[in-house]
């Protein structure tokens, strides 16, 4: 699978064992099922109207992790994926505990909905919660999305409903449900079409399913991708390598 032009510009990436030379990245197969972990990990959540070298606007997305961090991990996710959930269990604390806090890469959460018109309704609640936290409280955020992950149940179901979503986002300390609620009644439109965007944006990496990342080193233009619910292992060597490229 190859990437679009703004990424088969970069420099390329040295890719090793397991991966597929693509462009100028790396791409990993399919997702990987793996033993659930239940360490919890979290690092600085903060907000910026920066447009990367990729294109990718933050405004409007949460970033876990030092904004001055080298790599950029753009994060695609469905509330309603279960490889999401396995990445969320495995892979991420790691990364978390030995990437992000250590100021090496920031996570860019990214919507991709796609799994049914529940996943745009927990897409639009999920932006409306960043709008309501992200001034005042914004590891709030990271609360709401490891709480919806956590709560996960069978796709399209009742769990997602919007009445349960609200519901959630009221017992998580830092959020206003009822400013969410409102921001949802009054925004959905214009948050919808900002949705559409980031995936159109998304197809254009390659991307058709979820989870899916992109990692971007901003001082070299290096570039990789990952698809799928990977190992910690397929992370941590495609980070070092982009770091390094």
């Known amino acids: 699978m ?11 990436v040295v890719t ?19 033993s659930d972990q239940t360490v919890s990990r979290t690092a600085p959540v903060h907000v910026s109207s920066e447009t990367t070298g990729l294109g990718v606007d933050l405004q409007g997305h949460a970033i876990m992790g030092s904004l001055d961090a080298p790599v950029d991990m753009y994060y695609w996710s469905d509330y309603q994926c279960p490889f999401c959930r396995r990445f969320e269990r495995n892979a991420f604390p790691k990364l978390i505990e030995n990437h992000v806090r250590s100021g090496t890469v920031r996570v860019v959460f990214i919507e991709f909905p796609y799994l049914g018109s529940s996943s745009m309704t927990a897409a639009v609640l999920d932006r409306c919660v960043w709008r309501q936290v992200r001034n005042s409280s914004p590891q709030a955020y990271w609360r709401w999305h ?29 959020i206003d449900a009822s400013a969410v ?65």
């Open 2 to 12: 190859d990437l679009p032009d703004s990424l088969t510009r970069r420099r390329a």
């Open 16 to 34: 090793g064992v397991g991966s597929v030379v693509a462009g100028s990245g790396i791409v990993y197969g399919a997702s990987t099922l793996e």
């Open 146 to 174: 490891s709480t919806l992950f956590e709560k996960q149940e069978r796709g399209n179901s009742e769990w997602i409903s919007k009445e349960n979503l609200f519901d959630i986002a009221s017992n998580i300390d830092g």
């Open 181 to 245: 609620e409102s921001c949802v009644s009054q925004h959905r439109p214009d948050i919808k079409q900002s949705i559409a965007r980031d995936v159109d944006q998304a197809s254009q990496f390659g991307i058709q399913a979820t989870p899916a990342f992109v990692l971007y080193n901003r001082d070299t233009d290096a570039a990789g991708k990952i698809i799928g619910a990977q190992p910690y292992e397929r992370f941590d060597e495609a980070i070092t390598r982009v770091q390094n490229t």
